[in-house]
């Protein structure tokens, strides 16, 4: 079993930052990677960035590529996601998602960045 507690999120001006952070707790020895999903309303979840555990290997989604960094840290077990250069395409509910073996995720219950003027 593994929980999932997503802070960081809130109202932020076009072209601004934010950090989220993720703090796993449980069967943290199950997970393989650690990453953050995003839902706008109407639309589908969509992969943001993910690190595996080992090797801290990365990949992100196609539109944030470059604008956001994904890192962790055993410290709390806890994944960050710096968010720079933010557009208000970027609004939406953000999700902390822990993959583990035998495959499966674990969900956080969500976070909500909007980015307006």
């Known amino acids: 079993q593994v929980q999932l507690v997503e802070s960081g999120g809130g109202l932020v001006q076009p072209g601004g930052s934010l950090r989220l952070s993720c703090a796993a707790s449980?069967?943290?020895?199950?997970?393989?990677?650690m990453g953050w999903y995003r839902q706008a309303p109407g639309k589908q979840r969509e992969l943001v960035a993910q690190?595996?555990?080992?090797?801290?290997?990365?990949m992100y989604g196609d539109s944030v590529e470059g604008r956001f960094t994904i890192a962790r840290t055993n410290a709390k077990n806890t994944v960050y996601l710096q968010m720079n250069s933010l557009k208000p395409a970027d609004t939406a509910i953000y999700y902390c998602?822990?993959?583990?073996?035998?495959?499966?995720?674990?969900w956080g219950q969500g976070t909500q960045v909007i980015v307006s003027s």
């Open positions: 998602v822990a993959r583990i073996l035998p495959r499966g995720d674990y």
């Open positions: 449980g069967t943290i020895s199950s997970i393989y990677a």
């Open positions: 690190i595996h555990i080992s090797g801290d290997i990365t």
